[in-house]
């Protein structure tokens, strides 16, 4: 059997003196979309920062597919290649679309042919066909989102994770993103979002990991594989 994407345990994260994070236990499965919902506050952020490796937490222990983490630096330049966050406030680049999705393939030594291909499919993915030599200083807000996420996607990484991504973008946009999402996780990727809407989980075969005030407060696992009082077709597992 696969091991799990990750495994938490007794993950403790602090700002300054504040406890930002506790996790007691906490499995991301391989090859699954898992949302983190919850308000503002509830720690989706820093979770994410730890599962991209940018992020020490101050205590605990995690295993990326069944070895564990030590944090050290040659361990986690490999790790960073796997694993790619996309930012709420995502920045783009001065130049066209094109050498900003090319980034992460060139810096990673992929051929110029390979590149070449790498962008046009990621491009297209995110509905952007085309848009290879426009400025991405002069795109609108829902397509700066979109080439974001497609240069993450460029980068192959077999952990994608997403802060609020639907969050502020036009509803075209919001509609693409969200069923290349979906479609991301039925073709093997490992897809963690963060969204404040728990609704999110109802339309897609997700997990949903509610968390609040720093604490998993419930799991809702697709198709009722939690133990728990069974809701809409869901289980509520509390935690």
């Known amino acids: 059997m696969k091991p799990p994407q990750y495994r938490l345990t007794e993950i403790r994260a602090f700002y300054r003196a504040n406890l930002a994070l506790e996790v007691d236990e906490l499995t991301i499965a391989s090859g699954h979309l898992h949302i983190l919902a919850g308000p503002n506050g509830s720690g989706k952020s820093t979770l994410l920062g730890i599962l991209a490796f940018l992020m020490k937490p101050g205590h605990g222990q995690i295993a990326f597919a069944g070895t564990q983490v030590d944090w050290q630096r040659n361990q986690l330049a490999s790790l960073r290649k796997q694993v790619t966050l996309l930012h709420q406030h995502s920045f783009l680049f001065s130049g066209t679309v094109f050498a900003n999705v090319a980034f ?35 795109l609108s807000g829902g397509e700066a989102r979109r ?23 036009d509803k075209e946009s919001a509609q693409i993103i969200e069923t290349l999402v979906i479609s991301l996780s039925s073709r093997g990727t ?9 609704q999110l989980g ?38």
């Open 190 to 198: 490992t897809v963690v979002m963060s969204s404040h809407n728990e």
């Open 104 to 138: 992460g393939p060139r810096a990673r030594g992929m051929a110029k042919e390979d590149v070449q291909r790498t962008v046009g499919e990621a491009l297209a993915m995110v509905g952007l066909d085309g848009f290879e030599s426009r400025n991405a200083r002069h």
């Open 202 to 239: 109802q339309r897609t075969e997700s997990r949903v990991i509610r968390l609040l005030d720093g604490k998993v407060e419930r799991i809702v696992e697709d198709n009722g594989q939690a133990p728990g009082r069974a809701v809409d077709g869901y289980r509520y597992a509390k935690l």
């Open 147 to 169: 080439v974001a996420l497609a240069r993450a996607l460029a980068c192959q990484p077999e952990v994608l994770l997403l802060d609020e991504p639907l969050a502020h973008v």
